[in-house]
């Protein structure tokens, strides 16, 4: 469980001086605050170190007040984000004296929003255009500054021990041997891998907190035989189960360290696990060649065994590469420096490779009885998933294999589904891809703010001459597609349940002929002109952004469709250049749907965590009824048969597809004003997942529960989730799932 870092220091310090980089765009805020005598932030964390503790009471704070380029030339691409030695910025400069220890407070001082983690302070100094260079203030200024404005203002102290990963490490050899004699987990060294190392690693290493997240574990219930530390890519990583991170490994005899780049190796013990050892295998063959690592430092075997018995012990199949550190041998903290930043740029370009090509190596067919354990393929066409993916990835297009598959999966399942997103993250041409791949007729029609009838789409009578008026969708219509996508584009700009209500009304009203039911305002346009029915098999994206021209949207449309998110994770996902050329791709060889609507697959498994899902939700805004249990049960049932195809067994599947639904048809809904039953419905919702996740005991405490989920690294969608709306209701009373 995890503990305040308050506790980090025990003893009385020296008082420390502070660095706190403000932006331009703070420079308002900061004029209350002087008004107030009063700084916040939004979290504790902002205010905290790694190794000296909180901010407190008799510190020096030294606010920089705007700090902006003042090299030559134009700001260096990345700025702040560049070398030491040329960091250089002009700013002005507040000095204060701390006045009190960090408190919690909600009353109003800014207007933008709460802040409520404060500390109060008071005007010691003021100094008007500083100049912070190589020549005129040491490096560990310049850096505190520079960190701090990477960290979005984060208090960087410059006096007192740095963090260092070496003195960290070497703490942990000596500790735990001793710790494992102790009761779990009441010895100092866990609060040395589970907080102390990981702030320390996000500090020094700048890893942003919305693209990394840094996880570890000395055990549950018990303390662990081989201990970890593990750095993941928040967007792609996966889970620890059997995703793909850098990790520090350290040996059972506390007698050296491995860093490595790793899958997860812990899952289901049953059956299916031997497909899954074949699958990671090849995975991690064509990741050794496609990183051409050749004539490195870095080993490329599968030898290690960092303990004889446990999970530890098979830690070692799962390594793509890594180095050993002995104990009485540890590196420099600037070589740990060079060794991490060499494994993270190989960490980020492993994504690439992995989502852009099919993979090199041969799938091996399950024996004979591992087909009896997985339940069969409920799809009777051939559709080979990874050729589909290569071709989207031919376009252009950045997605992972595994969110292709969702998509495709939502659809079918339910062909309604909400792409949500920033503008311009790639929602519509993603509906386009699809209506590509298998030869749909593709049809986008942009939202108008002013539509407030399904007239809009539809069409209407002239009250004039009693002749038809053509409405946006008359096109797709009256042409008799047999099947056709059509993407409503910005479709919250104007209030669906109004233009949309005869859609909405029509969803599961098509009994065996199909998902649409009659649409009312379409039979009454039938008598005028040309006739007009829906495509056989119409599928609707609906692409939603956010600003404040857009409308709300009610639980009543939420409750019919999948939420996908879209986002950009890193600069390497950006699609820059040229434009995706169509006319190529519109000539290629569709692909069949997979799936058969008359089918119903089974899971017994997921139809339990079903019911206790709708047991955990149903006091709260998140219930559901038996329409979102059948769907969420179809899709986990029609998405298993991948798992071999994935590398995964049939158990981190099952998890991984419930986790997407979850987010995507559960929790859209916690979104505005949360009362105290919603919190504690998603409070049991953890408990649940971690339940089902072989978690030994749940903890009672809020934040020590999401805290724990997190770290488990059980259904990591879920628990991510569950802590921005949980923290966005702490600070603000309102829970922000967007």
């Known amino acids: ?242 995703g793909l991170y850098v990790a520090f490994l350290f040996g059972a005899e506390m007698d050296r360290v491995v860093l490595a780049l790793m899958f997860g190796v812990t899952g289901s013990s049953d059956i299916p696990a031997k497909a899954n050892r074949q699958g990671l295998a090849g995975r991690i063959q064509n990741l050794r060649r496609r990183l051409r690592l050749g004539g490195t430092t870095w080993r490329l075997d599968n030898d290690l065994k960092l303990a004889d018995k446990g999970v530890g012990s098979q830690y070692g199949r799962g390594i793509v590469l890594y180095r050993t550190y002995a104990a009485n041998a540890l590196p420099s903290d600037q070589e740990w420096t060079r060794d991490l930043r060499e494994i993270l740029n190989l960490y980020q370009k492993s994504f690439d490779f992995m989502n852009s090509d099919m993979p090199t190596y041969p799938l091996k067919a399950p024996d004979e009885a591992v087909l009896a354990k997985d339940p069969p393929a409920p799809y009777k066409v051939p559709f080979n998933l990874y050729e589909a993916h290569s071709r989207v990835a031919s376009m252009g297009y950045q997605i992972a294999i595994e969110d292709l598959l969702n998509v495709l999966l939502c659809i079918e399942v339910r062909p309604f589904v909400i792409f949500s997103g920033k503008s311009g993250t790639g929602k519509t041409t993603l509906s386009r891809i699809i209506a590509n791949l298998f030869d749909w007729h593709y049809e986008s029609v942009a939202v108008s703010p002013a539509w407030a009838d399904p007239a809009d789409l539809l069409g209407f009578i002239s009250p004039i001459n009693q002749q038809r008026v053509d409405g946006a969708l008359s096109a797709l219509l009256g042409q008799r597609y047999d099947e056709a996508l059509l993407c409503l584009d910005e479709f919250n700009i104007a209030k669906v349940e109004h233009y949309f209500s005869d859609f909405i009304s029509a969803m599961d009203g098509g009994g065996t002929k199909g998902f649409w039911g009659p649409l009312a305002g379409l039979q009454r346009l039938t008598d005028q002109g040309d006739p007009l029915t829906l495509p056989r098999r119409l599928n609707v994206v609906a692409t939603m952004n956010f600003d404040d021209s857009v409308q709300s949207i009610t639980p009543r449309v939420l409750d019919r469709a999948n939420v996908v998110e879209f986002d950009i994770a890193r600069s390497d996902d950006l699609i820059v250049g040229n434009a995706i050329d169509w006319s190529p791709h519109e000539q290629e060889a569709p692909f069949q749907w997979p799936w058969a609507r008359a089918e119903n697959p089974k899971d017994e498994l997921s139809e339990e965590i079903i019911r206790k899902l709708w047991q955990s939700l149903r006091s709260s805004r998140g219930q559901f009824g038996h329409r979102v249990a059948q769907e969420i049960h179809q899709y986990v049932a029609i998405g298993l048969p991948f798992a071999q195809v994935l590398g995964r067994t049939t158990e981190q599947q099952r998890q991984g597809l419930l986790d997407r639904q979850i987010v995507q048809r559960l929790l859209p809904k916690f979104h505005g004003t949360a009362s105290s039953r919603d919190i504690e419905a998603l409070m049991q919702l953890l408990a649940v997942l971690m339940e089902s996740g072989g978690a030994s005991e749940v903890a009672a405490d809020r934040q020590a529960l999401i805290d724990e989920t997190i770290n488990s690294g059980w259904y990591p969608r879920t628990a991510l989730k569950v802590n921005q709306l949980f923290n966005s209701y702490t600070e603000d009373g309102y829970a922000s799932f967007w």
Do not use: C
């Open 1 to 242: 469980m995890k503990e305040r870092l308050d506790t980090f220091m025990e003893d009385k310090r020296t008082p420390l001086d502070w660095y706190i980089a403000v932006p331009k765009a703070s420079r308002g805020n900061f004029e209350r605050a002087l008004k107030a005598s009063t700084w916040g932030a939004k979290q504790r964390r902002q205010f905290m170190d790694a190794t000296v503790g909180e901010l407190s009471l008799g510190d020096t704070v030294h606010f920089i007040l705007g700090p902006r380029w003042d090299g030559e030339g134009p700001s260096p691409s990345g700025f702040p984000r560049i070398p030491l030695d040329q960091y250089t910025v002009w700013a002005d400069e507040i000095i204060g004296k701390v006045m009190s220890p960090v408190y919690q407070e909600d009353n109003p001082i800014w207007d933008d929003d709460v802040y409520p983690i404060r500390f109060r302070f008071s005007v010691e100094s003021t100094n008007t255009g500083v100049r912070l260079t190589p020549d005129t203030v040491s490096d560990t200024i310049r850096d505190a500054t520079r960190r701090s404005l990477i960290a979005q203002g984060r208090a960087i102290p410059v006096a007192g021990k740095v963090f260092s990963l070496n003195d960290a490490l070497r703490q942990v050899f000596e500790q735990f041997p001793d710790a494992r004699r102790q009761p779990f987990p009441d010895h100092p060294v866990a609060r040395l891998i589970k907080q102390q190392i990981p702030i320390g690693l996000q500090q020094v290493m700048d890893l942003r907190d919305d693209r990394y997240v840094v996880l570890s574990s000395v055990g549950q219930g018990n303390w662990a035989t081989v201990p970890w530390v593990a750095i993941m890519d928040r967007q792609r990583g996966g889970s620890i189960q059997d």
